[in-house]
């Protein structure tokens, strides 16, 4: 009689995933310009150390992005590569290497409501990591990045705006 439960390893292989939305008071183009303005990351988003612009695309934004970040008690690194849809209503990125993660692929997209003066910004990310690390550890870490993404762009878009 064949065996139905799955493999255990099947589990390990699996990327954790995490959807947020939130509606922000600015234009899809001032989240746009925010989010591609890499280099500022260390000043709003709170685990961010460092990043360097290592290839930029034919418009000037960041094409491969390095990124060194606290993670777990520890420093990451890992580089990006960033792909722009309809500007500025999407961007996406993709890991091309890491030291901590297997994988990382995500994306912004930002959908205009109340006629374009806010912004909904929908954030999904999907992450494997080459580490193993308890499960409750995981979720902690994903809650922060979660919240960089949206709380800190939010604040970093209202700082930029009334600056």
């Not at 500022?40 to 000037?60: F, N, R």
């Not at 901590?100 to 003066?117: A, D, L, R, S």
Request: aromatic share 8%; glycine share 6%.
């Amino acid at each position: 009689m064949a065996d139905s439960r799955k493999d255990p390893t099947e589990r390990l292989n699996m990327s954790d995933h995490a959807t947020q939305r939130k509606i922000i008071n600015a234009t899809p183009q001032q989240c746009f310009d925010v989010i591609t303005d890499f280099e500022s990351y260390p000043e709003w988003a709170e685990d961010i150390k460092s990043v360097s612009i290592l290839v930029s695309d034919e418009t000037g934004l960041g094409g491969d992005v390095r990124f060194r970040a606290a993670a777990m008690g520890r420093s990451t690194t890992y580089t990006l590569r960033y792909y722009y849809g309809s500007n500025p209503l999407r961007i996406a990125w993709r890991q091309i290497e890491g030291d901590i993660t297997k994988k990382i692929e995500g994306e912004y997209e930002f959908i205009p409501v109340e006629n374009g003066i806010k912004t909904e910004v929908v954030y999904h990310l999907a992450a494997d990591l080459a580490i193993l690390i308890p499960g409750f550890v995981k979720r902690r870490a994903e809650s922060r990045i979660v919240r960089a993404a949206l709380d800190a762009l939010g604040a970093r878009i209202d700082s930029v705006a009334t600056a």
